[in-house]
């Protein structure tokens, strides 16, 4: 079983910048494709960035340049640091470790721009 617990969402203007953290127990997150994604009510979850266990990373085109997704195997802790938001960035953001048939997700935090 594998724990994710997200935070660092909040409120802010558009240009702006937040880091998200996701914090991982019982497996580490250097053996599993760690990802972001994102919602907004009546929408699917989106993937936004993934790190892969080799540290190969994807993002979905609207963020690219603008989002970093790192990995930290000390602190086990996966992050989203995300630059010059857009209110179009406005969503929760889940934490998701995936593993062969293995998928665990976090609960989720709160990421609101305005312009």
């Known amino acids: 079983q594998v724990h994710l617990v997200e935070s660092g969402g909040g409120s802010v203007q558009a240009g702006g910048s937040l880091r998200l953290s996701c914090a991982a127990s019982?497996?580490?997150?250097?053996?599993?494709?760690m990802g972001w994604y994102r919602q907004v009510p009546g929408k699917q979850r989106d993937l936004v960035a993934r790190?892969?266990?080799?540290?190969?990373?994807d993002y979905v085109d609207s963020v690219k340049g603008r989002f970093t997704i790192s990995r930290d195997s000390a602190e086990n802790t996966v992050y989203l640091q995300m630059n010059s938001l857009k209110p179009e960035d406005t969503a929760v953001y889940y934490c998701?470790?995936?593993?062969?048939?293995?998928?665990?997700w976090g609960q989720g935090t709160q990421v609101t721009v305005s312009s």
């Open positions: 998701n470790y995936h593993r062969d048939l293995d998928d665990f």
């Open positions: 019982g497996e580490s997150v250097s053996i599993a494709t």
């Open positions: 790190i892969s266990r080799g540290g190969s990373t």
